[in-house]
């Protein structure tokens, strides 16, 4: 069975032949390299990635600039796919945390990533759409850190105001729907009828639908403006 010594030797070798000195177990590191001219080189050692090997790393970046993780290849099919699925996430937060990373595979070293200061990248888009959905929603209709239950949008915000006006009447136009509603894109929440909330009666006339009701219902406090005038 591998032991995490037996990862030394493969990283050992690796930086000897870029010309570092490397001694083990250092004040506590695993593995210390020094080169004239070069920041000290830290490597911590694990046979697998875990939170363990990380706050490591975070706790000697305290005595070094240069801190790797490095830890064994995985060495079976399930492992390996794994590992896969799981890479790009353990590589994302080393470069947020600006730790380096090496993987130990046959006696060799690879380096996947070497230590960097992280500068986030800023996705405008995303930044836009988060600010937008965030004004656009009425009160606070959802508890943080809730899942398997369904989110309370804008977008469905939108839709309840929409349901709201057509449970008072049979049914109504676009056009007075959106008078009523207040709600800009009433015509594309009829037309795709994304919770099948609205059914067409004729042309550009839409009615409420059973399961509308039954939203009306589920989703009675999502609308605070709505809770002093209820729907029956």
Do not use: H
Request: glycine content about 8%; charged content about 30%; some cysteine.
């Amino acid at each position: 069975m591998a032991k995490e010594s037996d990862l030394y030797a493969p990283v050992k070798a690796m930086l000897e032949g870029k010309g570092y000195e490397v001694k083990g177990e250092v004040n506590g590191c695993d593995v210390v390299a020094v080169k004239d001219g070069e920041p000290v080189v830290i490597v911590e050692l694990k046979l697998v990635f875990s939170l363990d090997l990380v706050l490591q790393g975070i706790q000697r970046q305290s005595v070094g600039d240069d801190v790797y993780l490095a830890i064994n290849a995985p060495d079976t099919p399930l492992k390996r796919k794994n590992w896969r699925s799981r890479q790009r996430g353990y590589l994302k937060l080393c470069r947020m945390l600006g730790l380096g990373f090496m993987l130990v595979e046959a006696g060799s070293t690879k380096t996947l990533l070497d230590p960097a200061p992280y500068v986030p990248r800023k996705n405008k888009r995303r930044q836009t759409r988060l600010m937008s959905e965030f004004i656009r929603r009425e009160g606070d209709p959802n508890k943080g850190g809730i899942n398997r239950t369904k989110i309370v949008t804008a977008y469905r915000q939108d839709a309840l105001r929409c349901a709201v006006v057509l449970a008072k009447c049979d049914s109504m136009k676009v056009a007075e729907i959106k008078a009523a509603a207040g709600v800009s894109k009433t015509a594309s929440i009829m037309q795709k009828n994304y919770y099948k909330w609205f059914e067409r009666t004729a042309r550009g006339i839409y009615c409420l639908t059973p399961v509308g009701r039954e939203g009306l219902k589920f989703y009675a406090e999502a609308l605070p403006s709505q809770k002093e005038n209820p729907v029956a």
